[in-house]
T-cell receptor
Framework: DGGITQSPKYLFRKEGQNVTLSCEQN?????MYWYRQDPGQGLRLIYY???????QKGDIAEGYSVSREKKESFPLTVTSAQKNPTAFYLC?????????????FGPGTRLTVL | ELKVEQNPLFLSMQEGKNYTIYCNYS?????LYWYRQDPGKSLESLFV?????AVKQEGRLMASLDTKARLSTLHITAAVHDLSATYFC???????????????FGKGTKLSVIP
């Protein structure tokens, strides 16, 4: 089955801790994205990557970091510098420069700061 | 900066009734997507609209795109409880600085269908 997996489903962080959210896809997509969703809000782009070993900041990158060492994987680290990290985090992927670039989403990780 | 506005943000409707959700956007784009999100779940793709005048239908939902008016609509016919969810529109735009296409999402319309 082709798709996007995210883990863990729920994550609890103590103040001052860094945590890493996993995102893996087997759709052979070049582009991968991380979004943050707050209650009653749309999605806001944190980081995206179009090729391995390259990534760009989105609208709200402060306090987050990413890596793209493999095409299939795009982990997101929420650092202690992110002051309000409690949110629902969604990973997505898409082809690049196709007729259209529909994004497909993983199941999400809900992060709560204790 | 591309802005995407959905309205209404909240919609409570009775089963069997019809209603339309509107998605307005601020800059030229030929590609628009509609997604559905159930509570606590991820986004599920509903429709891909790729050109002016595009119309797609699936069951009780029909989406259309008017690129000249920068408007997309999601029409619900004879609503049923299973359609209760949050619906997002997302507009695709080319960002030359980044050299890539990006999606900008509306805030979503939370639909509750009441028996």
């Amino acid at each position: 089955d082709g798709g996007i997996t995210q883990s863990p489903k729920y994550l609890f962080r103590k103040e001052g801790q860094n945590v890493t959210l996993s995102c893996e896809q087997n759709l052979n997509h070049d582009a991968m994205y991380w979004y943050r969703q707050d209650p009653g809000q749309g999605l806001r782009l944190i980081y995206y990557s179009q090729i391995v070993n390259d990534f760009q900041k989105g609208d709200i990158a402060e306090g987050y970091s990413v890596s793209r060492e493999k095409k299939e994987s795009f982990p997101l680290t929420v650092t202690s510098a992110q002051k309000n990290p409690t949110a629902f985090y969604l990973c997505a992927s898409s082809i690049l420069y196709g007729a259209y670039n529909e994004q497909f989403f993983g199941p999400g990780t809900r992060l709560t700061v204790l | 900066e591309l802005k995407v506005e959905q309205n209404p943000l909240f919609l409570s409707m009775q089963e069997g009734k019809n209603y339309t959700i509107y998605c307005n956007y601020s800059t030229t784009s030929d590609r628009l997507y509609w997604y559905r999100q159930d509570p606590g779940k991820s986004l599920e793709s509903l429709f891909v609209l790729l050109s002016n005048g595009a119309v797609k239908q699936e069951g009780r939902l029909m989406a259309s795109l008017d690129t000249k008016a920068r408007l997309s609509t999601l029409h619900i016919t004879a609503a049923v409880h299973d359609l209760s969810a949050t619906y997002f529109c997302a507009v695709e735009n080319w960002y030359s600085g980044a050299g890539s296409y990006q999606l900008t999402f509306g805030k979503g319309t939370k639909l509750s269908v009441i028996p």
